[in-house]
Structures are given as structure tokens and as C-alpha cells.
């Protein structure tokens, strides 16, 4: 009942720019928190950012100066602009949900660990 679709992946040389988008689709009415996660080969996936709802920010130290999370105006999407780009950049970049409230039938339902499908960032040096 709930969907992230995420876009704006590619090849990038070091130094470029990046920008991601998810959408979440459904019923929803409000998400408490949206972020984006990567992984690179041979790695678990790492934290890169999160935004709340009252868009409180975090960043993983690797990113900070560099990457920017932000919500749409309509709240069901994320985006994150990635600036100055490094190889080590490079990995599998996955939307995620937490908090998210929509309705299923007539009932008000919350989801948590909400991923989309992950798009490819790859950074050249």
C-alpha cells in the first residue's frame, strides 16, 4: 500500500553533482521521517541523512558540507542534492520511510522501515 520510488541516480565524475529523488506513494497523510541509506560492494549499508517532519536534519560526518536532505512542499518526498562528489561516494543509494501514516480501506495504519528499490550513484576519479 505504500511505495518509494527513487530517481537521479548515474555516473558522475569526482567532483560533480548528484541529485536524488523518492516519492512515496499510497494513501499516506503524514511521514514522520524520511532518509537515504547507501551501500557500496562488499559493505552494509550506512546511513547518509534523514529528515523529520519539523525537518530536524542529520548527516553522516563523510557527507557533511557536501550532501543536503530536504522534503517537497508536499512532504511525501525527499530529495538529496550531492555536491563535490568522491569516488567513495559510490554505492547503492536507498530511499527510507519511518512514520509513515496512511489509510488502508477505512483504517488508519503506520508503517516503519519503508525502502524503496535503490538507485546506482557511481562516482569516476
Known amino acids: 500500500q505504500v511505495t518509494l520510488v527513487e530517481s537521479g541516480g548515474g555516473l558522475v565524475q569526482a567532483g560533480g553533482s548528484l541529485r536524488l529523488s523518492c516519492a512515496a506513494a499510497g494513501r499516506i497523510f503524514s511521514i514522520d521521517a524520511m532518509g537515504w541509506y547507501r551501500q557500496a560492494p562488499g559493505k552494509q549499508r550506512e546511513l547518509v541523512a534523514v529528515i523529520t517532519i519539523g525537518r530536524s536534519t542529520n548527516y553522516a560526518d563523510s557527507v557533511k558540507g557536501r550532501f543536503t536532505i530536504s522534503r517537497g512542499g508536499g512532504k511525501n518526498t525527499v530529495y538529496l542534492q550531492m555536491n563535490s562528489l568522491k569516488p567513495e561516494d559510490t554505492g547503492v543509494y536507498y530511499c527510507?520511510?519511518?512514520?509513515?501514516?496512511?489509510?488502508?480501506?477505512?483504517?488508519?495504519?503506520?508503517?516503519?522501515?519503508?525502502w524503496g528499490q535503490g538507485t546506482q550513484v557511481t562516482v569516476s576519479s
Open positions: 527510507n520511510a519511518n512514520g509513515v501514516k496512511y489509510y488502508n480501506g477505512d483504517s488508519a495504519m503506520t508503517l516503519n522501515g519503508s
